[in-house]
C-alpha cells in the first residue's frame, strides 16, 4: 500500500493510496492511534471512492462513531484506467435494453461480472488496512447500495471479517446464494417507487438473506431518493454491532 497524500480537516484524516493498480481512500480520526472497527463502502454506478454523499457518510462515521472507513474505485470508475471490455458491454447492454430487455436483469449480470474482480481487491484492502497501527484487526463492516449493493453481496458472503453490513437498491436476480451464505446483522434499504430494481425483486434478495438480524427499511421515491435520516439510522446500527 503506498499513500500519495495525507492531509486532515475537522478531525478527520483523509489518506488516500494505491494498493497495487487500485487507487483508494481511508478516513480515521485525525491524530488518534490504536484500532478500531473499518467500514469498506462501496460507491455507486459511474460514482467514484470521493464520490460526495459517500464521502458525507464516511465522515460522519469517523466523527461520531471512531471508525475506520474506506472506499475504492471499483473497475471502469474513478481513478481506474479507462477499462474497454466494460465501455463495450455498457454499450451493448444499453442497445438490449432500448431492444425492451430486462435492465434488471442486464444490471445484475454487470455487477455480478465486475464483482468477479471488485472482490478480491476489496479483501486484499482489509488485508492492508488492517495491518495499519491506526486501523488494526478489528471488525469489520460494509455499506454500499446500488452498485456497492451488487459487488456488496458476494463481498460480504466471502469475507468472514465483516460482522454487520447495510445494504439496499438492489434485487435477487443472479445474488440469491450469495445472499443465503450471508448471516450478519443487516439493514436493506428498499425505494418504493424504484425505476431500475423492482420492487418484488428487492423485496425477494431481503427475504434471501441468511441473516436472523436482518431490517427492512422501505421509504416511498425512486432510486436515488434515500432520505437523509436513513444515515443517522445507519451510525447507530454500525455503533450497535461493531463497538
Same mark, same amino acid.
Given at each position: 500500500?503506498?499513500?500519495?497524500?495525507?492531509?486532515?480537516?475537522?478531525?478527520?484524516?483523509?489518506?488516500?493510496?494505491?494498493?497495487?493498480?487500485?487507487?483508494?481512500?481511508?478516513?480515521?480520526?485525525?491524530?488518534?492511534?490504536?484500532?478500531?472497527?473499518? +467500514?469498506?463502502? &462501496?460507491? %455507486?454506478? =459511474?460514482?467514484?471512492?470521493?464520490?460526495? #454523499?459517500?464521502?458525507? *457518510? @464516511?465522515?460522519? $462515521?469517523?466523527?461520531?462513531?471512531?471508525?475506520?472507513?474506506?472506499?475504492?474505485?471499483?473497475?471502469?470508475?474513478?481513478?481506474?484506467?479507462?477499462?474497454?471490455?466494460?465501455?463495450?458491454?455498457?454499450?451493448?447492454?444499453?442497445?438490449?435494453?432500448?431492444?425492451?430487455?430486462?435492465?434488471?436483469?442486464?444490471?445484475?449480470?454487470?455487477?455480478?461480472?465486475?464483482?468477479?474482480?471488485?472482490?478480491?481487491?476489496?479483501?486484499?484492502?482489509?488485508?492492508?488496512?488492517?495491518?495499519?497501527?491506526?486501523?488494526?484487526?478489528?471488525?469489520?463492516?460494509?455499506?454500499? +447500495?446500488?452498485? &456497492?449493493? %451488487?459487488? =456488496?453481496?458476494?463481498?460480504?458472503?466471502? #469475507?468472514?471479517?465483516? *460482522? @454487520?453490513?447495510? $445494504?439496499?437498491?438492489?434485487?435477487?436476480?443472479?445474488?440469491?446464494?450469495?445472499?443465503?451464505?450471508?448471516?450478519?446483522?443487516?439493514?436493506?434499504?428498499?425505494?418504493?417507487?424504484?425505476?431500475?430494481?423492482?420492487?418484488?425483486?428487492?423485496?425477494?434478495?431481503?427475504?434471501?438473506?441468511?441473516?436472523?438480524?436482518?431490517?427492512?427499511?422501505?421509504?416511498?421515491?425512486?432510486?436515488?431518493?434515500?432520505?437523509?435520516?436513513?444515515?443517522?439510522?445507519?451510525?447507530?446500527?454500525?455503533?450497535?454491532?461493531?463497538?
Amino acid at each position: 500500500m503506498r499513500f500519495t497524500s495525507d492531509s486532515a480537516s475537522h478531525g478527520v484524516r483523509e489518506q488516500l493510496f494505491e494498493l497495487g493498480d487500485v487507487p483508494g481512500v481511508v478516513w480515521t480520526p485525525d491524530g488518534a492511534g490504536g484500532t478500531r472497527p473499518l +467500514i469498506v463502502m &462501496g460507491h %455507486g454506478g =459511474g460514482r467514484h471512492k470521493k464520490d460526495p #454523499e459517500l464521502e458525507t *457518510r @464516511a465522515r460522519r $462515521l469517523v466523527a461520531e462513531c471512531g471508525f475506520a472507513v474506506v472506499a475504492v474505485d471499483v473497475p471502469g470508475h474513478g481513478d481506474r484506467p479507462v477499462d474497454e471490455e466494460l465501455n463495450r458491454i455498457a454499450d451493448e447492454n444499453r442497445a438490449r435494453v432500448e431492444a425492451g430487455e430486462d435492465i434488471a436483469v442486464l444490471i445484475a449480470e454487470f455487477q455480478a461480472m465486475v464483482a468477479r474482480r471488485t472482490v478480491p481487491e476489496w479483501r486484499s484492502t482489509v488485508d492492508a488496512l488492517q495491518r495499519l497501527e491506526h486501523v488494526g484487526a478489528c471488525p469489520v463492516g460494509y455499506w454500499g +447500495i446500488s452498485l &456497492g449493493c %451488487g459487488l =456488496g453481496v458476494p463481498f460480504v458472503a466471502a #469475507e468472514p471479517r465483516v *460482522r @454487520a453490513a447495510v $445494504l439496499g437498491l438492489g434485487g435477487v436476480t443472479a445474488k440469491a446464494q450469495d445472499a443465503a451464505r450471508i448471516t450478519v446483522p443487516l439493514q436493506f434499504l428498499l425505494q418504493w417507487d424504484d425505476e431500475r430494481v423492482p420492487r418484488s425483486r428487492a423485496l425477494a434478495l431481503f427475504d434471501a438473506f441468511g441473516s436472523a438480524e436482518k431490517t427492512l427499511h422501505v421509504n416511498p421515491g425512486r432510486h436515488a431518493e434515500i432520505p437523509d435520516f436513513e444515515d443517522d439510522s445507519m451510525l447507530r446500527f454500525f455503533a450497535r454491532h461493531l463497538h
